[in-house]
């Protein structure tokens, strides 16, 4: 109803609004280097299909019936609320007061319709012992134990079915052209869509790629996705997804983001003004899981300043263009046992959080944390520029006769890039690209596995056709042009 409306707004047919729109989000993907290998629709003709199918087994099996419903519907959230859930509200801005959802904020108005339900209230035992069996399901723990209490609260009938009067932009229910599927019954099993529901092979639907090993969402819909979703897929002895990531959200100015209010960021000018691989680093470093984030220029500017220019950039200048010493020497001494490892306890215990690295990052990366993951990398790499600056190997250089010394010292910090560069991959592939290519890591040779110290003796001078530059020329995080 949501959709119909805005289309109805911008004057426009309703499949041409949401092409419109489903473009940009395309473009978006693209342009930040997600890879997909799809990019659902809900108006496919495969994705009608699987949704009527899904409807039919819910009405074979006895989970659907009709009756009438009455309650506060938000249109903006597409959810129906109980009395209990809605309080009077007030716009600042007009003086207008409405009716509103405590959960959403969002205005609700009365519906009084006949439609169709699902036996929700059916599942509540069901959907207790499966969270019991998965207690991991739900990321972080606290929104896990909200919805176990939600739903030990006990589960009213959900509505599935609106009136065709009111809502023609859908899919039909079949064998009743009165009524449109629920925005989200429709909406969640685009999720078994490219998994080739409901073809798959019985014994074989791992190989579809169903279950999902994790669906990541935004808090505002953990209701729909962790209540819902997996009470649906429970009644057709479907699967849930084995973990649901659910992420907080970004404010601006400590408000909440809202075309209403133009309180919003555009996301094309932030990758013109700073780069894609800016950018993803930011929002991976200081994007909230459980508490919201506020997204500011000033920081990203902070934080490319510290993190990037000043750790990364300046880690990366420093070892591979260094005039006094010879990384390729380094490596090749250090891997073949002709050079004792750098010496002292700075060394020693740099060393040490080089070796424990990718363990923490996997470990970070099992809990869904990749912020947490990002930042274990980050601080191996301001103290890696710390190691060196209380190494001097520019000092060590100028004596005679200590060239053991100063390869071990450029062996640890030439490991410590390649390291956080083969790490850093899922964050800045482009830059990590450039960074490994300077050092001369060969392609083959940047998986996890690979992120082992002393691992690879062939690195050390730059792959052919690539330069280290010298001056800004070839700096892998120049100075911003502006900070503001």
């Known amino acids: 109803m949501k959709i119909q409306r805005a289309a109805a707004a911008a004057e426009l047919d309703v499949r041409a609004f949401c092409d419109q729109n489903s473009q940009v989000f395309d473009q978006l993907a693209q342009q930040v280097n997600i890879n997909r290998d799809h990019f659902v629709r809900t108006s496919e003709p495969g994705h009608r299909f699987a949704v009527q199918h899904f409807w039919l087994m819910l009405q074979e099996r006895g989970h659907l019936y009709s009756s009438k419903h009455e309650g506060w519907y938000s249109v903006s959230d597409e959810a129906f609320y109980p009395s209990s859930a809605v309080q009077w509200a007030l716009d600042r801005s007009t003086g207008r007061k409405f009716m509103a959802s405590t959960e959403t904020g969002k205005e609700v108005e009365w519906s009084s319709e006949t439609n169709y339900h699902f036996r929700l209230s059916a599942f509540r035992e069901r959907l207790l012992e499966f969270y019991k069996a998965n207690p991991k399901f739900i990321v972080p723990e606290s929104r896990m134990r909200e919805v176990v209490q939600a739903v030990s609260d006990g589960l009213p009938d959900l509505s599935v079915s609106r009136p065709v009067e009111r809502l023609t932009w859908g899919i039909p229910v079949p064998d009743d052209e009165t009524q449109t599927i629920y925005v989200w019954l429709d909406a969640l099993v685009n999720y078994l869509t490219k998994s080739n529901y409901p073809f798959q092979i019985p014994g074989e639907e791992d190989a579809a790629g169903w279950p999902a090993d994790v669906q990541v969402i935004g808090k505002d819909i953990v209701r729909f996705h962790c209540v819902y979703w997996p ?94 010493w010879n990384v390729r020497r380094a490596v090749q001494s250090a891997t073949s046992g002709d050079l004792q490892p750098a010496q002292g306890s700075i060394a020693e215990t740099h060393r040490m959080e080089l070796m424990q690295l990718p363990d923490v990052v996997a470990r970070k990366f099992e809990s869904l944390d990749s912020g947490a993951a990002l930042r274990a990398i980050m601080d191996v790499v301001y103290s890696t520029n710390a190691y060196m600056q209380d190494s001097a190997p520019w000092a060590v250089a100028k004596e005679s006769a200590v060239t053991h010394k100063l390869d071990s010292i450029i062996f640890l910090c030439a490991e410590s890039l390649r390291i956080c560069g083969i790490l850093l991959q899922p964050y800045m592939p482009s830059k990590m690209e450039s960074l490994l290519d300077m050092l001369g890591v060969e392609k083959g040779r940047r998986t996890f596995a690979d992120a082992i110290l002393g691992s690879d003796d062939t690195y050390g001078a730059p792959l052919p056709g690539v330069s280290v530059g010298k001056g800004l020329e070839g700096v892998l995080f120049p100075p911003l042009a502006t900070e503001f």
């Not at 013109?272 to 930011?282: A, H, K, L, S, T």
């Not at 470093?285 to 459980?290: A, K």
């Not at 500011?296 to 300043?305: G, P, V």
Request: no cysteine.
């Open 231 to 324: 009470a649906f897929l429970l009644a057709l002895d479907i699967p849930p997804p084995r973990q649901v990531l659910t992420h907080a959200h970004w404010t601006l100015g400590r408000q909440k983001m809202a075309k209403s209010t133009g309180n919003v960021v555009n996301p094309f000018f932030a990758l013109e003004r700073f780069g894609v691989d800016v950018m993803r680093y930011y929002l991976a470093h200081d994007g909230g899981i459980r508490d919201d984030a506020d997204y500011e220029n000033a920081y990203i500017t902070d934080r490319y300043r510290k993190g990037l220019y000043g750790g990364l950039g300046n880690l990366a200048s420093r070892v591979t263009r260094g005039k006094s």
